[in-house]
C-alpha cells in the first residue's frame, strides 16, 4: 500500500544514455514534484506538475523532461546523461488546493542514479 | 528563493535541547517541517500557518513569526531517534498563480549517547 512509489530504487548507467524514472501516487492527490538530492544533501525542486501545469525550475537543464499520462503518475526522462547528475532523485506528491501552502508532501524513496 | 536554515550541523548528547532556525526573505504564508533519516526519504512533521503560531509533536515543537518571515524548530530532551537530516520548507510564488515547495538547505542534527 506505499503511497508514492518510484522505480527503480537504483539506477546505474553509462554517460549518454537517456533513461527514465517512473513515479506513481496512489492517494488521489493533484500535485506532484521531482526533487534532485545532491551529495550534500540539498533537496532542490526540479519540477512541479499541477492539474496538467508544468512549473520548471529555471536552473533545470533541457535534457530532463518530466512526462504525466494521468494524475497518478509523472515520470522523469532523462536524455544524455552526464556525471553531474548522479544523485538521488524523489517523486512527492501532495493535495492541491488555490496556494498549495497546507498541505503535506509525500515522498517516495528514492532513486539512486550512478552515472559512470 | 530558497528558505535559509541554521545551523547547518548540530551534535547533541541526548537530553539536551536544540533549535533549528529557518527564515526566508520573502513573505511566508506557511512553514513545512521534514526530517530525513539516512538513506530514507524526507517525513513530514509539521506545518506552520499563522503568524504566531506555535505545534508541537512529542518533545519537537515549532513556532511561526510570519511578521518576522522566521521559524524555529525546538527540540527537546533529545533522544537518538531523533538523528537526521532537517528541513523547512516554504512555499515560493513561481509565477503564474502558482506555487512550489522549496526546501532549505537543511541541519545535520546528530543525537549521541
Known amino acids: 500500500d506505499t503511497a508514492v512509489s518510484q522505480t527503480p530504487k537504483y539506477l546505474v548507467t553509462q554517460m549518454g544514455n537517456d533513461k527514465s524514472i517512473k513515479c506513481e501516487q496512489n492517494l488521489g492527490h493533484d500535485t506532484m514534484y521531482w526533487y534532485k538530492q545532491d551529495s550534500k544533501k540539498f533537496l532542490k525542486i526540479m519540477f512541479s506538475y499541477n492539474n496538467k501545469e508544468l512549473i520548471i525550475n529555471e536552473t533545470v537543464p533541457n535534457r530532463f523532461s518530466p512526462k504525466s499520462p494521468d494524475k497518478a503518475h509523472l515520470n522523469l526522462h532523462i536524455n544524455s546523461l552526464e556525471l553531474g547528475d548522479s544523485a538521488v532523485y524523489f517523486c512527492?506528491?501532495?493535495?492541491?488546493?488555490?496556494?498549495?501552502?497546507?498541505?503535506?508532501?509525500?515522498f517516495g524513496q528514492g532513486t539512486r542514479l550512478t552515472v559512470v | 528563493q530558497q528558505p535559509v536554515q541554521s545551523p547547518q550541523a548540530v551534535i547533541l548528547r541526548e537530553g539536551e535541547d536544540a533549535v533549528i532556525n529557518c527564515s526566508s526573505s520573502k513573505a511566508l504564508y506557511s512553514v513545512h517541517w521534514y526530517r530525513q533519516k539516512h538513506g530514507e526519504a524526507p517525513v513530514f512533521l509539521m506545518i506552520?500557518?499563522?503568524?504566531?503560531e506555535q505545534k508541537g509533536h512529542d518533545k519537537i515543537s515549532a513556532s511561526f513569526n510570519e511578521k518576522k518571515q522566521q521559524s524555529s524548530l525546538y527540540l527537546t530532551a533529545s533522544q537518538l531517534s531523533y538523528s537526521g537530516t532537517y528541513f523547512c520548507?516554504?512555499?515560493?510564488?513561481?509565477?503564474?498563480?502558482?506555487?512550489?515547495?522549496?526546501f532549505g538547505k537543511g541541519t545535520k542534527l546528530s543525537v549521541i549517547p
Open positions: 512527492a506528491s501532495s493535495p492541491w488546493d488555490r496556494f498549495s501552502t497546507t498541505t503535506e508532501a509525500f
Open positions: 506552520l500557518l499563522k503568524g504566531g
Open positions: 520548507g516554504t512555499f515560493a510564488y513561481s509565477g503564474a498563480g502558482s506555487y512550489q515547495l522549496t
